[in-house]
Structures are given as structure tokens and as C-alpha cells.
């Protein structure tokens, strides 16, 4: 993709690389699409910067054009995160654990890492019988209120932990965990349990339930979950959930799977790797 520097004038002190990106990053999960005044407003870009940078980009097909005028992510970036080393691994070893999760309960599972301070749904098995959820392939979900986020914190680090918790904890439904010292402990119960709920904290009506997955290093590189209407007993799911997160770990570890540790943020578990 070649943006102009001429093109991305105005707005002193930021790369023409920084602006382009900041368009990207204007999408949040549930936005399908955008208006061009609606990118301009939430990056701070001109709106005649906004309008050249998004014509770039969809040239190259990071952005797509929607029917209604708007952009709308394109299907160039899928492409381009598809080739990350660790992501692809992850799916080849990991997603048929997740298709036979689903084959048995018909409703959405999920693969996510910890990205900044963010989980990231890098997979999603779902159907037509699915329950509806927030989350996406590719999007990023909070942390504290997630099921693969509650874990991802459990097994991290402390400095981590703080850094997410410094941000503020945000209350999206009147179940939300905010409380720190109250999260703390729902994290120490993980790590003993090896199992993360989360009961309508995100969404009320819904309950997810999930586990982790360790690479070779015993590092809890991701977290597998899945999502079901609060009608469900979460202890029902639980040794599914256990079960496939550890024979994926356990093939990741025959495989030698190893994260770059410049991109895991979770710790070990203590004592040996647990095969969960």
C-alpha cells in the first residue's frame, strides 16, 4: 500500500502511517460500517486527510466501500492477519478441538489471545442455532468481563493484572466484576479451578465458560470458550470446555509450540504445566 505523504496533510506530529492506521482502528466490534465523517470524528483527521486516506486504502483493500457511502473493514486484512505465524499455528491445532466442541453443544465457541490490553477473538465455530454474541473473529473484547479474558488475566502476570486494572474496569451490566480486590480473588479462583466464568458480564442472558491453552512452555497462550444462555448449569460445561483446551495444549506441546514471549503476556501456572 503506498499512501502519499501529500495526502495526509495537516496534523502535525503524527506519520502518515499513524493516520492511516487510526482509520482501522475507528471500528469498534459491533460497528459494520462507518460514515466518512463518523472516521474523520473519532481519529481527529481533517475530514479532507480522512477521505484521501480512506480512498488509499481502499485501493489496497484494507477498507471497503459500503452501499451506503460509508467503509467498511476490508477482507485484505483478514488476509494479512491469517499469515501471523502464531495465529496460524493456533488455528490448525486448535480449531478442531473447537468444530468437535461445537458439533456437541451447537453454540459458539472461541479462541482468543491477549493483545495490549484486550482480548482478541482470533476464531469463532458458530451455527444457525447459535445463540447471538458480541463478539467476532478479529475483534477485541475487554478483558475483566470476558470468559477467555477472565483467564487470560488469571495465568498473566501481575504487572499485567495492574496495568488492566489501572485502565478502569468498565461496567457494562449490572453483573460486571469492577471491584479490584473483587477481581483479584475471581482470578485466584480460576487459577485453582482452571476454569473462567463469566456470568452476564458482558451481556446479560448470556454465560460463557472457558479454559486455557498452554504451549510447550507451559505459557497460557490463549483461552478457549464457549458461549450459552444463563438457562445452562456452567459446572454441566465445564469438563468440556477443561477437556479440549487441554488436548489442544497437549498438541501444542508435542509440537513444540513456543509464543514469542515479546507478544504473550501470561505467565506459567504454578509448579509443572497443568493439562487442563
Known amino acids: 500500500m503506498a499512501l502519499s505523504v501529500a495526502g495526509a496533510g495537516g496534523h502535525r506530529g503524527r506519520s502518515v502511517v499513524s493516520k492511516a492506521v ?22 481527529g483527521l481533517p475530514l479532507s486527510t480522512a ?39 493456533l488455528h490448525e491445532i486448535v480449531v478442531p ?24 477473538y482470533i476464531e469463532r465455530v458458530t451455527g444457525l442455532q447459535s445463540i447471538t454474541v458480541k463478539s467476532r473473529r478479529w475483534g477485541r473484547m475487554p478483558l475483566h468481563a470476558t470468559g477467555v479474558g477472565k483467564v487470560l488475566l488469571a495465568y498473566a502476570e501481575n504487572d499485567f493484572v495492574d496495568q488492566v486494572i489501572a485502565q478502569g474496569l468498565t461496567r457494562f451490566t449490572p ?16 487459577r485453582h479451578s482452571g ?16 479454559a486455557p491453552v498452554f504451549d510447550a512452555d507451559g505459557r497460557a ?9 444463563t438457562t445452562v448449569d456452567p459446572q454441566r460445561l465445564a469438563p468440556a470446555i477443561r477437556t479440549a483446551a487441554l488436548c489442544a495444549s497437549r498438541r501444542l506441546r508435542e509440537g ?19 493439562e487442563r
Open 221 to 229: 497462550v490463549a483461552a478457549m470458550s464457549i458461549v450459552v444462555p
Open 97 to 120: 478441538f473447537m468444530q468437535d466442541l461445537f458439533v456437541a453443544t451447537r453454540e459458539n465457541v472461541h479462541l482468543a489471545v491477549a493483545v495490549g490490553l484486550e482480548a482478541l
Open 256 to 274: 513444540g509450540f513456543r509464543a514469542d514471549p515479546h507478544q504473550v503476556t501470561d505467565n506459567r501456572p504454578p509448579g509443572p504445566p497443568h
Open 22 to 43: 487510526s482509520l482501522l482502528d475507528a471500528f469498534a466490534i459491533d460497528d459494520a460500517e462507518l460514515s466518512l465523517n463518523e472516521l474523520a470524528r473519532r481519529t
Open 175 to 190: 453483573y460486571t466484576i469492577v471491584a479490584p480486590g473483587h477481581l483479584r480473588r475471581n482470578l485466584a479462583e480460576i
Open 51 to 89: 477521505y484521501r486516506l480512506a480512498s488509499e486504502l481502499v485501493s489496497w483493500g484494507g477498507l471497503e466501500r459500503a452501499e451506503g457511502g460509508g467503509y467498511r473493514v476490508g477482507l485484505r486484512l483478514l488476509e494479512v492477519g491469517a499469515r501471523a505465524p502464531r495465529s496460524a499455528t
Open 195 to 210: 476454569v473462567g466464568i463469566a456470568h452476564e458480564e458482558m451481556t446479560v442472558g448470556r454465560l460463557s465458560v472457558a
